[in-house]
């Protein structure tokens, strides 16, 4: 058993369907620090997302085990809380609202007045404490995803999960939100762990890069870790030759290295499969003698 804060221990996911399986995740092991941030990338449908359901208890894993902090990960917590695409807020609670529904369930300890600070605090961390009345549909997109950071942040996880929390923004706005991310986590050293689609995000965020390879059995290909200093500024970034470097190798891998190691899993399978075939006509034609 790994003592690293977060260790993801071989696990595998296979999903059954009308007598059908098929298998999304294979063997995979990951340990993370804490405060360490985690980018998880690759192609569509490799179970990106899977994986981190698997990490939040949203999901059992077929095999294979998630330690948090020395206990076994079997169910959602308060020690990890998600950030989806989707910002998930209730239309009908105002943004104060939304993230004291999150609070008054994870800091019972605290009293009503304790409450309120920690909620208005977490909001102005995002820069939302202007709107603490509002209701979703009073404000814009990016504004949703920061409440519903905001709320992420004020249960106090072990962990922050966010399943490509900016995919559904434009352009700007993402700039602006990746802005904040990174300012907050270098204000708090949460643990993150981040499902991106994007290069040039993961490699701005991320001390490490995560690349599984294409489905079925998707595995980790490749880890690259980032040795660019915090905080980081995109702008500076752009020319920077070591920034480049990571953003090449993360393409590189998505679309030159993908192929050789989807061959090689490929050779790997026949092998098996002919072995299999073989031992399964040594034990016939020893039963026939």
Not at 226 to 232: A, E, F, N, W, Y
């Given at each position: 058993m790994s003592n690293r804060y977060l260790s993801i221990e071989n696990v595998d996911m296979?999903?059954?369907a009308k007598g059908m399986e098929s298998q999304v995740l294979k063997g995979i092991d990951l340990a993370v620090d804490r405060g360490e941030y985690i980018s998880i990338i690759g192609h569509s449908g490799c179970g990106k997302s899977t994986l981190l359901n698997i990490v939040a208890g949203l999901t059992k894993s077929t095999s294979g085990a998630v330690i948090l902090d020395g206990k076994e990960?079997?169910?959602?917590?308060?020690?990890?809380s998600v950030v989806f695409q989707n910002h998930s807020l209730l239309p009908w609670l105002t943004v104060?609202?939304?993230?004291?529904?999150?609070?008054?369930?994870?800091?019972?300890g605290k009293s009503k007045a304790e409450r309120h600070e920690w909620i208005v605090k977490n909001l102005e961390m995002v820069g939302m404490g202007h709107a603490l009345d509002k209701r979703p549909a009073e404000i814009s997109g990016g504004m949703k995803q920061r409440v519903g950071i905001?709320?992420?942040?004020?249960?106090?996880?072990?962990v922050l999960l966010l399943d490509?929390?900016?995919?559904?923004?434009?352009?700007?706005t993402r700039a602006h939100l990746q802005e904040e991310v990174m300012r907050i986590q270098d204000e708090l050293g949460n643990t993150v762990i981040m499902i991106t689609h994007d290069v040039d995000e993961a490699v701005l965020l991320s001390d490490r890069i995560v690349m599984l390879t294409n489905g079925p059995s998707a595995r980790i290909g490749e880890i690259l870790?980032?040795?660019?200093?915090?905080?980081?500024?995109?702008?500076?970034?752009a020319d920077d030759p070591?920034?480049?470097?990571y953003r090449q190798e993360v393409l590189r891998f998505?679309?030159?290295?993908?192929?050789?190691?989807?061959?090689?899993?490929?050779?790997?399978?026949?092998?098996g499969e002919k072995e299999k075939g073989e031992k399964q006509k040594d034990e016939k034609e020893k039963a026939r003698a």
């Open positions: 296979t999903f059954y990960v079997n169910s959602p917590g308060p020690d990890r104060y609202e939304n993230v004291a529904l999150a609070v008054n369930k994870t800091q019972r905001a709320r992420a942040l004020a249960m106090e996880p072990k490509e929390p900016f995919g559904a923004l434009d352009a700007l870790d980032i040795d660019l200093p915090r905080p980081r500024d995109r702008i500076a970034l070591r920034y480049n470097h998505l679309y030159e290295k993908q192929r050789k190691v989807e061959s090689l899993a490929q050779r790997r399978g026949a092998v």
